[in-house]
């Protein structure tokens, strides 16, 4: 069986050698220290000794070897304690005298004088009687005392040394923890350019990590300026392909397969307004203005008409042709549609004051219903018509289609309660459909919310549930249903459920969608975000990223195609892959501009590391075509 071995890392490494080194410094000085007082203390116990045993023995000298003094002299000398042992010997056995001390050296430990034994030399003098030989003073040293101070100068030593290493190891605390956050600055730069999140740091202050990470932040910048390329690349693409070229607003190809593709009977049922908009007398104005000043109204008109679907899912401005301007607003009822035409009419005046126009007025809006199975060509006539009317009126008025009131065309349901009950009474459905890899081997399934027809009130498609919670401030709670219907319903794997930006700004919904997500460990689901409105929601996008992907789940951003620098910035959330709405493939097996476009997308998504998934694809042209440039997964009609 193989021994698995645990390198230790740089820090780890660096904390060992400092405690290796604290505890060699410490325990190093702590030998030599009390070595040094050993030997110092011997050396003093020994001239003690030699000291006491000459003193005596002049002592006795003087008064004749007498015993009697020489007991009197020797015992007041070893009453003061200091001695183990104090003799006179070499004299005959009944004058000799012995002294000893039989206290023993309990105050310290046994185990210390084992480990520092004290050998002093005994103090040995010599005693005359006149000219003769009267034997001689041993004096031997008590070890007691000189224990006790070694003790205590031992102890004080380890507390000092043990304070220096305390000191000197918050200092190295400090140090490592500056060298650590630089370390993980670096490791956590290597992780990001591995996951395609090309971030700078910083340069550290230490030589070493500096000139890696001055290195990464080179190839970081060099593959940003590449990315930044490609996207301009693939944004001039979308241009020539899908845009109007001097209002910068979708053309009308993009508008009729964008019509198409939602009023497709076989989708889900959906219904709005449509707003025809003409600046009257354009010629004229070209004349009197120039080409500048029109063309700077011209562009002024078409941001205008963009704001307003900057927060609305699923509506497009675009310019049908030299004058004419259109604003598709699905799931827009017929009071707020009136309501636009007349923001958008006393928007108008404010050109002639910012001398964008030489007049107050510049136009007239015709506005029509349209729902699902409607012609592009009847609903562009109903406009037209209301059009003509509006025409006949003064400058800056607008004409509602006379069947566009029909009761049986809009809905005027209370939003609120409606949305509130189907959120708490489990009435919502998901409809699940198979993303499939190029071999048509299912990756993941896609939950499409709806809800059923009930009573009075008519089936609801995803896209009206949306657009209303949206207007509402109720996103996070659909959205929230959403999830708990996948993870409770979903069909088995993984799932991939559809979430709005909008409700990333709710302090509710990240938590939720944490508990939800932890009450089912075993499912993995895959959060995708349309990207109208992500751009104000950027933080908690990045922050709900970093929560979710921990836990296995992924994240994916749906794309239209207007915003490439968005598409540019998404790798800084780490997403897995991209959806392509079906306007940007539908007939792309015969379009040479949408097949470029598809060509940069791959491109891009290549260098960021992330997938390609194309949407409701329904011809099996587009799906081939689709296949053999590299989009790694597809759903739709012709796929499943």
Not at 400 to 406: F, T
Not at 488 to 506: D, E, I, K, R, T
Request: some cysteine; proline content about 4%; hydrophobic content about 45%.
């Amino acid at each position: 069986m193989p021994v698995i071995t645990r390198k230790l890392s740089l820090v780890q490494r660096l904390w060992l050698l400092l405690l290796l080194l604290v505890t060699l410094s410490i325990g190093g000085a702590l030998i030599a220290n009390l070595l040094n007082a050993r030997n110092y203390l011997e050396q003093q116990l020994s001239a003690q000794s030699a000291d006491t045993a000459n003193s005596l023995a002049l002592m006795v000298t003087q008064y004749k070897a007498d015993p009697v003094m020489a007991q009197t002299l020797l015992s007041a000398a070893f009453e003061q304690g200091h001695f183990a042992e104090v003799r006179w010997e070499g004299v005959p056995a009944d004058a000799a005298i012995r002294l000893r001390n039989s206290n023993g050296l309990e105050d310290t430990p046994t185990w210390f004088h084992r480990l520092l034994p004290l050998r002093p030399q005994s103090g040995q003098a010599q005693v005359s009687n006149g000219w003769l030989q009267a034997g001689r003073i041993v004096v031997v040293a008590h070890l007691g005392y000189a224990y006790n101070s070694l003790w205590l100068g031992a102890l004080q030593t380890v507390f000092w040394l043990v304070v220096i290493g305390l000191v000197a190891g918050l200092l190295g605390f400090f140090d490592i923890r500056s060298l650590r956050r630089q370390l993980h600055a670096v490791v956590e730069q290597a992780h990001a350019i591995s996951e395609q999140r090309f971030m700078r740091i910083p340069i550290p202050g230490i030589p070493e990590l500096a000139e890696v990470a001055t290195a990464m932040n080179t190839m970081v910048e060099r593959l940003q300026n590449y990315l930044l390329g490609l996207r301009d690349e693939v944004d001039q693409l979308r241009r020539a392909a899908l845009t109007d070229s001097s209002t910068g607003l979708p053309n009308r190809e993009a508008f009729e397969q964008r019509f198409s593709s939602l009023l497709d009977p076989q989708a889900d049922p959906a219904n709005g307004h449509l707003l025809l908009i003409r600046i009257a007398g354009l010629a004229e104005l070209n004349q009197r203005l120039g080409g500048r000043r029109t063309d700077a109204l011209l562009k002024r008109v078409a941001d205008d008409l963009s704001t307003q679907c900057q927060h609305n899912r699923g509506w497009m401005a675009t310019r049908l042709r030299g004058a004419d301007f259109a604003l598709f607003c699905p799931e827009l009822g017929v009071e707020q549609a009136c309501k636009l035409a007349d923001e958008l009419c006393l928007l108008w005046p404010v050109y002639w004051t910012m001398e964008l126009s030489d007049q107050p007025g510049l136009g007239h809006i015709g506005i029509t219903h349209f729902q699902s199975g409607d012609k592009l060509g009847e609903v562009l006539t109903r406009a037209s018509n209301s059009l003509s009317v509006a025409e006949a009126q003064p400058l800056n008025s607008w004409k509602l289609d006379d069947g566009a009131g029909n009761p049986q065309q809009t809905s005027d349901f209370d939003w609120k309660q409606l949305l509130e009950t189907v959120c708490q009474d489990n009435s919502l459905q998901l409809r699940w459909y198979p993303v499939c890899d190029p071999d048509k081997q299912v990756l993941w399934h896609e939950g499409m919310l709806f809800r059923p027809a009930s009573g009075l009130v008519p089936a609801m498609s995803a896209l009206r549930l949306v657009s209303q919670a949206a207007r509402l401030g109720l996103i996070h709670r659909l959205d929230i249903n959403t999830l708990t219907l996948a993870l409770q319903q979903g069909p088995q794997g993984v799932l991939a459920v559809n979430m709005s930006p909008a409700s990333l700004h709710h302090p509710e919904f990240l938590p939720t969608i944490l508990h939800l997500l932890q009450q089912h460990p075993q499912r993995q689901i895959n959060f995708e975000f349309h990207e109208t409105g992500l751009d104000e929601h950027w933080e908690h996008f990045i922050a709900f990223s970093r929560a979710i992907r921990p836990a296995g789940h992924q994240l994916a951003v749906e794309i239209q195609g207007h915003n490439m620098a968005l598409v540019a910035r998404t790798h800084e959330a780490s997403i897995s892959y991209l959806v392509l709405d079906n306007t940007l493939t539908q007939g792309m097996h015969s379009d040479e501009g949408r097949a470029a476009l598809l060509r940069g997308l791959l491109r891009m998504a290549s260098l960021m590391g992330v997938w390609l998934e194309a949407k409701g694809v329904n011809d099996t042209a587009d799906a081939t075509a689709l296949i053999e440039m590299g989009v790694h997964c597809l759903t739709g009609p012709a796929i499943s």
